[in-house]
DNA sequence: ATGCCTTACGTTATACGTAATTATT
DNA sequence: AATAATTACGTATAACGTAAGGCAT
């Protein structure tokens, strides 16, 4: 039977024009391909080139063989390219999540115990999760609150806390036991873009508060460190940021208003129950 | 690259449902067919099997590629039968013609002249012969009339003289210098079927005479021999026909009427001029 | 004189079959 | 016991590169 290199070979023939040239381009040497040609003639019982001594030239059959070689080349492409992808598919567990903080707790877990699987997550709006986990875009997300769907498993996972981050000398340092957002009134704030539904539980309740937004993640570290302005954490990233709080310098204060307290919920196809991770305990941090 | 075989091993694989009862099929050894699929994951790197100790089966993805596998080796078969059939046509002379006198003068003269291609003839009726020679689906024909049309060549080729055979008994027999189509009315005569042009040019003006068809060529030449019934032949029929004197023991007997007297024309693109055959003597047989 | 295709020849590398191994029904 | 898949090993086929030859630009 023919094989996908003479085809290779033949169309590769009719772009470079000469055998000689073609033989390089497919990495053979050109009696090689002298000898493949005729193989392929011979295979099909045709004739495909026209043979001067010294020049060759593709003929009606060769014109309409490469036609056709050329959309099978096409197809097997897009046939190993879909395959693989497939395959990768088949092994990468896509995460959604409404917030950054779980994804620091859930990674590790993941990693550890499905050793050899690609993870990817993302973090998008809410609304966008459960769709996402029903038509297999996403094989676990993490919500804000629980989900209810067919064949759909949903488990508390955790709970994040946020804190502001001061330098010690901020006036705002000394309310060791927390403060509320009210406190923030009028101040100028470093903010974190990427925090998901943060936004929404907490900054839209912040209107007298300035924000400086940085959408980078190391530039927005290096800002927190070298400036003296406020920003905010929580106990996850707290956990998860190496010796934080040498390198920061800073005092971490728990933001007392219920909003600042989420817990988690991941959510899974039944036929991936075993994606879920252990719970942590909701309520971490001393709180009630 | 991925080969072909390794696509046809794989559906054969999906289609046996064991490596042993594939390896039979595609006629290597089970375990070079187990090496060989066993190169297609590492080609691709993916896996396509679920491998128990003594058992494999088809994975989600092995699933996919066979779907894939399938389609482009459909594909593969349609290009071969595509390219074969191409090539071939371009080595095929296909002529159609109105008589099949005619044939006898062309086919051998083309086939020893176009030594290495096909000819196909075949009878058709007047109308498409024109219209098939533009399409192309006639690369030459014969007509009884000359032709005209753009980038068409017409050229006269032969004639052909219909004459009446009998038995020496036969009362017609006497009339040597040849006799009338109303000579025949009343009589029954013997009448191959395939006769083309002359059923309108001359048995449509014969109401009074009945005709026993016969549309094989071999039961009519038998049946001619046997019986004595007049029937038609022609210069060329007896021309090309070896012996027919000694082997039918008949006389010829010219018919007078002029429709019994044809000039037959070639007609071809004019890119296929070669093809015209040569020129015959238009009124052989001692006619004015 | 250089570029291009084909044929010839010796070698290498790939793919094969046989045999052995292990596991399942 | 029989069937099935994988691994190991020696062999043989077929694909390659080098070299040589012929022809055209």
Chains 1, 2 share one sequence.
């Not at 056709?68 to 097997?76: E, N, Q």
Request: hydrophobic share 40%; charged share 20%; proline share 5%.
């Amino acid at each position: 039977m023919a094989e996908f290199n003479q085809l290779y070979q033949l169309v590769t023939i009719a772009d470079a024009g000469t055998l000689s040239k073609a033989a390089e381009i497919v990495h053979i040497s050109q009696p090689a391909l002298t000898r493949s040609i005729q193989k392929l003639e011979a295979e099909w019982n045709v004739t495909l080139f026209d043979r001067q001594k010294n020049k060759i030239t593709l003929n009606q059959t060769g014109e309409l063989a490469v036609q056709y070689a050329r959309r099978i080349l096409d197809d097997v492409n897009t046939m190993t390219g879909a395959i693989q992808a497939y395959e990768r598919s088949l092994r990468t567990i896509s995460i959604g999540s409404c917030a950054a903080g779980p994804l620091l707790e859930l990674l590790p877990e993941l990693t550890e115990r499905f050793y050899g699987m690609a993870l990817t997550s993302e973090m998008v709006s809410a609304e966008s999760l459960l769709p996402g986990l029903v038509k297999g875009t996403y094989q676990l997300i993490i919500t804000d609150a629980e989900v209810s769907a067919p064949d759909i498993l949903c488990h508390p996972f955790c709970s994040e806390q946020l804190y502001l981050t001061v330098p010690p000398a901020h006036p705002l340092a000394n309310s060791k036991e927390g403060i509320y957002l009210d406190d923030l009134a009028g101040e100028t704030m470093l903010l974190f873009q990427e925090i998901g539904i943060w936004k929404e539980r907490v900054i839209s309740k912040m209107p007298q508060t300035n924000f400086i937004l940085q959408d980078q993640d190391e530039a927005f570290s290096a800002l927190v460190q070298v400036s003296a302005l406020p920003a905010f954490a929580s106990d996850l990233t707290l956990k998860h940021s190496e010796r934080w709080a040498e390198r920061t310098n800073r005092l971490a204060l728990p933001i007392l208003d219920p909003e600042a307290h989420v817990t988690f919920y991941c959510s899974v196809q039944k036929s991936h129950k075993t994606y879920l991770p252990g719970q942590r305990s909701l309520y971490p941090s001393g709180h009630s």
